[in-house]
Structures are given as C-alpha cells and as structure tokens.
C-alpha cells in the first residue's frame, strides 16, 4: 500500500488534456485529436477515452491501436515553414481522386507530421504555414485569437463606397455574421480591381463570400500574410522556406506561447538563394511586420 506522501506526489501530479498532449506529440491538430477522440479510436490505459479527459506522463495512449509516444514541451522543437500554394492544389493528405495536395511537396518528419495552420481552397493560392506544433496550430486558427489573415484579391464588377462599408460592418452570412477588419484599394482599372482584405477567423470561403454577397465575383484570391508572417515574394510556387527562429518566435508570442527553439532543416536550394539576400521583404500590404 502506498504512503501519505507517495498518494500526494501521484495526486500532486501535473495532468493535461488528452487532445493538447496528443497535438503537441505531432499527431494533428488539437480539432483533429478531439475527432479522434470523439470517434473511439483513443484508448487511455486500455479504456477507451473520452472528451475531456486529462492524462500524466505516465498514462498509456493508443491512437488507432498503435502506443503513442507522449512528448513533454521540452521535448519538442518548434519548426514552421511557409509554402507557396498555387492553385489547383488541395490543403488535404490524402484525396480519393488522386489530385495534388501541398503535402506533396513539402519536407518529411521524422516520428512527427506537418500540421496546415489554417487551409486554402483550391482556388486560392498564396501563403501557407505549417507546424510541428499542434498547440501552435490551433491557438493561431482558432478565432479566440483573433489572429489576422490578409488577401489580395481581384474583383469583377462595380464596387461602391457601400457595398465596402457593409462588409466592414457586417454580413449575416449562412454561417453567421461576417466582416472584414479592414479594406484597402490597391491597384487595377475598370471593372478588374484588386484590394487587399483583412479577416480574423478561417471560415471555409469567407472572403469569397462576402464579396458575392455584394454581387461580386471574386476572380483572383491570394494569401498574403497570416498573422505578423508576410509570404516571401522570392519563394516561388511550389517552394517552401523555413521561418527564422525569430520569425517562429514572434508567432509563438501572438499565440501566447514560450519561445523553443528549433532543429534546422535541410533548406532546398531554391529556398536558399531566397534567403542569400540577407532579409525579407514582407508584401506590401494593410499591417507592416511587427519588430
């Protein structure tokens, strides 16, 4: 039988969310572990788990019947890299109909995976960050956060004062109200215009959405900033980068997260002629990278 003090130490002992323990271990994001769990494919300690429950290091998980390695902060270096999307692409592992996805192309982990901080349409392309951090991932997606993500976008149709001013003010959407923070006029004659928009959650299809509910179409949509990360005008289609350990932390901070540091990676060669410039210089756009 165990002592006084043996009971306090285990009853003492730190406990975290299943779902936040399985993302941080490189498994998916925190949603994608509450489906998981949701759908009985968790065990803890043999049972199966359930939403809401809480583990110690010393707890045993399976994921699918396979034992998972339960990986503390301390274990786990932070990574993120940025890729291009062009369009075409799907933001998904793996498609039934054998069409390109960005996983494709991007560098293999090692007992880890890429998680998207947040998706693209098919038609959309432009700046995608991905994570080995599930806790990163989904602090920097979910709206709570109120993280911004700026577009440049191109229109078709007439644009007046007020149709801008609704969309800043609100649209009740099929989903709920929607609104862009902020508006701006770039460039463009006639009737092809483009403005760069700001949202603040990733609602499937929202910037293509309000401006229709507008009654215009969207003909061009490019992601070019997701929080204080600017997408790299020198990385092509296609190509990846990997952050900057001060660009990771500056993420980390707008998540409200601790700086780790993080394992370089085998940079391809592409990404370091981007890089062989010194700096980079973020898109023009709505918000100046935070220093």
Do not use: C
Request: glycine share 8%.
């Amino acid at each position: 039988m165990k002592n006084t003090h043996e009971k306090a130490a285990v009853a003492a002992e730190a406990t975290e969310k299943l779902q936040k323990v399985l993302a941080r271990s490189g498994l998916g994001s925190r949603r994608e572990m509450e489906a998981l769990i949701d759908a009985g494919l968790v065990t803890i300690n043999g049972r199966v788990a359930i939403l809401g429950d809480r583990i110690t290091p010393r707890d045993r998980v399976t994921v699918r019947g396979r034992a998972v390695h339960l990986k503390n902060e301390e274990d786990l270096p932070r990574r993120v890299i940025m890729y291009n999307k062009p369009e075409g692409e799907l933001v998904t592992r793996k498609d039934p109909e054998g069409r390109r996805t960005v996983f494709d192309h991007l560098p293999r982990l090692r007992g880890e995976r890429w998680i998207a901080i947040g998706r693209l349409d098919i038609n959309t392309s432009g700046l995608l960050l991905f994570t080995n951090d599930g806790e990163l991932a989904n602090r920097l997606m979910h709206p709570s956060h109120q993280v911004e993500r700026e577009y440049a976008v191109r229109v078709m149709g007439e644009v007046t004062d007020e149709m801008l001013q609704a969309m800043k003010e609100g649209v009740m959407l099929e989903d709920g109200l929607a609104r862009f923070a902020d508006i701006q006029l770039v460039g463009g004659e006639g009737i092809n215009v483009w403005y760069h928009v700001v949202i603040t959650e990733g609602r499937n299809r929202e910037v293509r959405r309000l401006w229709e509910s507008q009654g215009v179409t969207v003909s061009r949509l490019k992601r070019v900033r997701y929080g204080n990360t600017f997408l790299d005008k020198r990385t092509k289609m296609g190509e990846w980068i990997e952050l900057t350990q001060s660009e990771i932390d500056e993420l980390s901070a707008l998540a409200g997260l601790s700086r780790k540091s993080a394992t370089p990676m085998e940079t391809p060669r592409s990404a370091q002629r981007n890089r062989a410039g010194g700096a980079r210089k973020p898109v023009r756009g709505i918000q100046r990278r935070h220093k």
